[in-house]
């Protein structure tokens, strides 16, 4: 394996607070970063650097680590731009839309369904996400959904079930059978391909009990659950994810005060992702109310055709700060550290010894820049695994 360095960065994020300014981030001034194979093994003041078989000059740029997007739906067909105009224009958001996506989901073939899932993966790493989780859902039979874990599964190793994204068209007089099926057939023959279970927990989806029922039934099979939450009304998600030790709780937008603490004192972690609020102008969630209760947050963009079609991590950050109450620290570490909490990973989302060589260079001085110039295409370089791929 050779070594390579990446000398005199202006800005640091390190996600150790124990490296630089002591600060959740770990900010180091004027740093290098040395990659030896897929890891980093070196990260220090770029005067203290030491010998490699590379040197890249970073030129006064800032490197932060690898965006991890911990909420994505990419196995689908087909777009909604009609129920985009017709919501633009005054009609609410439901979950029904669901449907749409799953006519043409179920329509395409497994090769169109992973190439628009490569699509949408080179956007996001083009903007610096180099993890990704990514979901089934917009199947809903036993086949379609074993087929979507399965092209997930080609592209990423954070794989989630989500045959509980809405009660299958085919169920509509009998929601009770859906979830028998869901607990399952279906999850019998998505288990093996899959890391995660999530159900969303929402009027127009499934109960308290229904979740319950489906995440319990995931957990006995090995998988770990996560949830949508509490997104379109107040409702027991939270609870429920905290409950059953849930990595995540996702949206989070309408919170009590009980949920709010639970999520405070628990290990839970909310993420949130404002591309949905964007595109619903829906309420933001409160990420002031989260931090400052003790809560782990993440950001990610949900990208869906439906509710959310970015896959800029970018994007939600500057939406982040200027609409939901971070501030651009709270913000990136969010994007990265916080994505990696999502998914119970500590190989990813910082820039320490040991960790993937995951790694963004962006054309600004500060990490600050993506909140400061926001739409800007700052990411000019892209490392994962240590191989440079933009």
């Known amino acids: 394996m050779t070594t390579t360095a990446v000398t005199h960065i202006a800005s640091l994020v390190t996600n150790d607070p124990s490296l630089g300014n002591g600060t959740p981030l770990g900010l180091i001034q004027d740093a290098a970063v040395v990659i030896d194979g897929d890891r980093i093994v070196w990260t220090g003041e770029s005067s203290k650097a030491p010998a490699t078989d590379n040197v890249l000059d970073a030129a006064g740029r800032a490197v932060i680590p690898g965006f991890v997007d911990s909420h994505s739906h990419l196995v689908f067909a087909g777009d909604r731009t009609q129920e985009f105009n017709a919501r633009m224009s005054g009609q609410p ?25 490569a699509r949408y993966l080179a956007e996001a790493l083009s903007q610096g996400t180099t993890t990704f989780e990514t979901k089934s859902g917009y199947g809903l039979t036993v086949e379609d959904e074993a087929r979507a874990v399965r092209v997930a599964a080609r592209h990423t190793d954070e794989v989630t079930y989500l045959g509980a994204h809405i009660v299958s068209p085919d169920y509509a007089d009998d929601p009770a059978g859906y979830v028998d099926l869901v607990t399952g057939p279906m999850l019998e023959a998505c288990a093996p391909h899959a890391r995660w279970i999530d159900v969303f927990c929402e009027q127009g989806a499934f109960d308290g009990d229904q979740a319950r029922a489906i995440l319990t039934a995931g ?57 949905a609020e964007f595109s619903t102008r829906a309420t933001w969630p409160d990420a002031r109310r989260l931090l400052d209760a003790g809560a782990t947050v993440a950001l990610s963009t949900d990208c869906n055709p439906g509710s959310s079609f970015t896959s800029s ?23 990265t550290a916080g994505g990696a909490a999502a998914l119970r990973r500590t190989d990813i989302g910082r820039i320490t010894p040991g960790a993937r060589a995951d790694l963004v260079l962006l054309d600004a001085p500060s990490h600050v820049h993506l909140a400061y110039r926001p739409g800007v295409p700052l990411v000019r370089a892209v490392w994962r695994s240590g191989q440079r791929v933009v």
């Open 93 to 117: 958001y439901r979950a029904g839309g669901i449907r749409t996506t799953v006519a043409a989901t179920r329509a395409a073939s497994d090769e169109e369904l992973s190439a628009n899932v």
């Open 219 to 275: 957990r006995a099979k090995g998988l770990h659950p996560r949830i949508h939450a509490n997104q379109l009304t107040y409702g027991p998600g939270v609870q429920l994810a905290v409950e059953l030790d849930a990595a995540s709780a996702d949206h989070c937008t309408h919170l009590t005060d009980a949920d709010v603490d639970a999520l405070g004192q628990g290990d839970t972690v909310a993420t949130l992702l404002p591309g």
């Open 313 to 335: 991590m970018p994007f939600c950050v500057a939406v982040a700060v200027r609409d939901m109450g971070m501030t651009p620290d709270e913000a990136i570490w969010s994007a």
